[in-house]
């Protein structure tokens, strides 16, 4: 959905929950935890949220598509 030009969800809308998520994994680093290891952890609470809801088939495409724009250095804020 947040891949999709067309969508009328804003990214923004997600914004609270973004900072409270951030703010746990910033807690982490602050920790000693290395980076890695945070945001090994961060792909997997994403994995476990697919599940939850029934779409971790959905989730290599998605990461794909990601990738894809990554590659090509057109990340977007969406």
Known sequence: MLL???????FAE???ISDTMMDGYARFIRLGL????VALAMLGA???LYRLFDMHDELPDVLRG?????EQGEQKSN
């Not at 290395?34 to 290891?37: I, K, L, S």
């Not at 990601?66 to 990554?70: D, E, G, H, K, P």
Request: overall charge negative; cysteine-free.
């Open 34 to 37: 290395p980076g890695q290891t």
């Open 14 to 16: 997600f914004q609270e």
């Open 46 to 48: 994403t994995v476990n």
């Open 4 to 10: 999709d030009e067309n969508s009328t969800i804003h």
């Open 66 to 70: 990601l990738a894809s724009q990554i």
